[in-house]
């Protein structure tokens, strides 16, 4: 038994000091995209340690290009699929360079039973230089819809009634909007949306500004 712990110790260890030695910037997320572990090279992309991007959002960090690619990969995740997703990407790294490119995420589970995680890699496609733009907020279509139904007077149940979710769900949603945009209610949630354009002003009932 000491045996086989020193050698599960020993291989974990040996893992750890490969995943830290990839040129390609990867890391281990959450089913939701939280991540729980970044190589340096990940890190690099930001300008931080590894460990200061543990616990934020890989979309809140990478600005997905099409909303429509997260929503079928979360549909595909819920249904157990064991596919490779690419979801197309820009960000504005620490260097001021502006890059696009590319975010694999690749489910992995130490059994079919076992709750999924994701390996997520990076595939930086080009840049241009220049100083990093202000960009809008990166919200995706169940979330303007949310935000959309809130802004309406919808309740939480009503909500997940209208967009197919659960409570927990669209609680789910609403929590990472409230951390991204620092936003204590959900009073101040809908007007941020207001403000950053992403309800549109002067309609009723209230809709989601189209997707560019």
Known sequence: MDLT??????????????FDRIPMPVAVCDVHGVIGLANPAMATEWGQPPGRLR?????DLFRPQEA?????IAQALRLRHRSRYPISVRWDAADGMRRHGELIADPVSDSTEAS????????VLGEAP????????????????ILAL?????TTAGAARETGLTVDGVNYHLRRLSERWGAA????????????GVLTPGVWPPTAVPAP
């Open 130 to 145: 220049g100083t990093a733009e202000p960009s809008p907020p990166a919200v995706g279509a169940t979330e303007a819809r």
């Open 150 to 154: 809130l802004a309406g007077g919808a």
């Open 68 to 72: 429509t690619q997260v929503e079928r």
């Open 185 to 196: 209610t959900r009073t101040e949630l809908v007007a941020r949306a207001y403000a950053l």
């Open 116 to 123: 999924t995680a994701l390996l997520v890699m990076l595939r």
């Open 55 to 59: 616990g934020r959002n890989v979309l």
């Open 5 to 18: 712990r020193a050698d599960a110790v020993m291989w974990r260890n040996r893992a750890l000091l490969l």
